[in-house]
């Protein structure tokens, strides 16, 4: 559709320009100017509606300023959205709940903290994210300054996840859905998730090699459930703009929506000394949770406390930032790849040329093959199918060699007479070579292999071989995402084919069994709240699934719906009753207050 309304007009053809003494000027900001003159003109001419309907209202006072309640009548100020607004906001959150200066008394436990040590890690997440995007995505790469910049980062992000999940653990024990704040928990806990995800592609964004893995490893998790050609792990571009803009952009909303809900509702009440059995007993707790406390308060500061956590925060991440830095480890080439591990780059790309790598059989959204399509009743990958199409082959061996055969005669040769043989004969090449490949020796700088049937693709490799050294397969295959470049999932592609770059990761324990594949190079924290997901990688059974992503996706929707829905749930919303942490919470409240 979009298309057809671009062919009907088209723009893209040299504009005409209009010359009078020296000035000039195209006819299309001609025809701009001339339709924003007529839009001014009837902005200044044309009567304001209203006017007549609405001039009892206008009121002119000699006696100086008086405030609109005193200006407009009841009716009058009725009809307005604004003044609607702003007596459903006092009714529901005067300013005494906003920034109050008391509390009750049974709020003296340090698990009450943990909610505002979260709000000032987020803002120290956010204020060194700003400083990481001021110096550019180079930046910390490549200075000592922007490296400290991304390790205070770091941390702070470490200290907000960490924060945000012990404030979830208290609110769970303390059943604090309870008062008609069904609300409150699930905007919490939609705040985690988000943040899960802020996270995540955080990690994508760095560009380094725990990004190369991640991306490498998640994205068939999301091409199982057919979103990994629209939500593309190794379009780096694509996942630093959900970094830094998308994601915050609905986590500071989902957050603030949050923060009002607690101040509207204030906490949830302490849950009785003794579990109510009988209906009767329940249905008066019930009662009690939903009714405004009048127990005793005690004094509370929000702006010192909010003040004094952020200052703490802060102390503690830039001590960690200085002490313990952050993880940078370079990212994989293929010119670093071919020059370190040639014999596994060549066989690699004799797989490539002969279709029988993982990328060349992997199916939807790739290509039509079925190594890697996941089915549990119905296939997402199939329904949605081929988005973006790769041919082995021709993306990594051809088409760069294509370009390179401009100034070598004799690889333009060799590749007329691949290019002009049939698809049969190709194949049959192609197998040959790749089944004498694991007996390549690389002399002078080239790739020799025994003699077999393999007719030009010795020629085809060898050069290809060369190229990849030189560091011209990396440009070629960005190159073929033209504009900023930032798409990598030919060159990852590519590159998780061969062996070399698993044997990095695992040489890092990057493949590990704590967390799945979200572990982290070196001796840096993983990402442990990452646990529900990565789980299921772990479970006898399920570890060795060709579903295995399907299965993880599935389970993990499941548990995130439990636990967002548990104010509903009979069972699994009593548990805090069953399990009396509470009574550990409240016990100095208990202690003075027995009644």
């Known amino acids: 559709m979009l298309n057809l309304f671009a062919a009907l007009i088209n723009l893209n053809h040299p504009d005409s320009y209009l010359n009078y003494s020296f000035l000039s000027i195209s006819l299309a900001n001609l025809i701009l100017i001339v339709i924003m003159l007529i839009i001014f003109g009837l902005a200044v001419s044309l009567p304001f509606p209203g006017n007549k309907k609405h001039k009892d209202e206008i009121v002119n006072h000699s006696d100086g300023f008086k405030s609109s309640s005193e200006q407009l009548t009841p009716v009058v100020k009725n009809g307005l959205w604004t003044y609607k607004l702003r007596r ?47 110096g550019g995505v180079d930046w910390w790469h490549t200075s000592q300054v922007g490296h400290f910049v991304n390790s205070v980062h770091l941390w702070s992000v470490e200290a907000f996840m960490a924060f945000l999940v012990i404030h979830l653990w208290g609110k769970f024990w303390l059943a604090s859905w309870r008062g008609k704040r069904a609300l409150t928990w699930m905007t919490g806990v939609l705040a985690f998730l988000v943040s899960v995800m802020e996270a995540f592609t955080g990690y994508l964004s760095q560009q380094n090699f725990s990004s190369q893995w991640i991306a490498t490893n998640g994205k068939d998790a999301f091409n199982a459930v057919g979103v990994g050609s629209f939500f593309n792990l190794m379009n780096f571009g694509q996942m630093i703009l959900w970094h830094v803009v998308l994601i915050p952009l609905v986590l500071v909303v989902i957050v603030a929506i949050h923060i009002i809900l607690v101040r509207i509702r204030g906490v949830s009440h ?7 059995k009988t209906a009767q007993q329940k249905l008066l707790a019930q009662k009690a949770d939903n009714q405004e406390w009048t127990g005793p308060n005690r004094r509370y500061d929000i702006l010192k406390e909010g003040t004094i956590a952020f200052v703490i925060v802060f102390v503690l991440v830039i001590g960690l930032a200085f002490l313990l ?10 010119q670093e790849w071919a020059s370190l591990a040639p014999k596994d780059f060549i066989a690699t790309t004799a797989s490539e040329l002969d279709g029988t790598s993982n990328t060349a059989t992997y199916g939807p959204p790739y290509n039509h093959g079925h190594h890697q399509v996941q089915k549990l009743g119905f296939s997402w990958q199939l329904l949605v199918g081929v988005r973006e199409p790769i041919n082995t082959a021709q993306t990594f061996v051809i ?20 290019n002009q043989a049939s698809r049969q004969l190709q194949k049959i090449w192609s197998t040959n070579y790749a089944s004498v490949v694991t007996k390549v020796k690389i002399i002078n700088g080239q790739a020799v292999v025994p003699k077999i049937n393999d007719g030009p693709v010795p020629t085809l490799i060898n050069n290809e071989y060369i190229l990849a050294r030189s560091g011209a397969i990396d440009a070629d295959l960005l190159s073929q995402h033209p504009f900023y470049g930032t798409n990598y999932t030919k060159p990852l592609l590519f590159i998780e084919d061969g062996n070399y770059f698993s044997s990095l990761a695992k040489k890092d324990h990057l493949y590990g069994t704590q967390w799945g594949v979200m572990n982290e190079s070196g001796s840096y924290p993983g990402q442990p709240w990452l646990w529900l997901y990565t789980l299921w990688y772990q479970v006898p059974g399920f570890a060795t699934s060709v579903n295995v992503d399907l299965i993880a996706v599935y389970l993990t929707t499941l548990a995130s719906a439990l636990l967002m829905f548990v104010p509903f749930i009979p069972g699994l919303r009593d548990i805090p009753r069953y399990i009396p942490i509470h009574k550990l919470i409240y016990r100095q409240y208990h202690k003075y207050h027995k009644n």
């Open 325 to 334: 830095s952050s993880p940078d480890k370079p990212p994989v080439t293929v």
């Open 399 to 418: 088409q760069p060699l294509e370009k390179s055969s401009l100034d070598n005669p004799r690889l333009a040769l060799a590749l007329n007479e691949y």
């Open 270 to 276: 302490p849950l009785p000394v003794k579990r109510p």
């Open 88 to 134: 459903i906001w006092l009714k529901f959150l005067p300013p005494e709940k906003m920034l109050p200066d008391s509390q009750p008394a049974y709020v003296s436990s340090w698990i009450y903290v943990f909610g505002v040590a979260s709000l000032a890690a987020l803002g120290m997440a956010i204020i060194s994210g700003l400083c990481l995007a001021i």
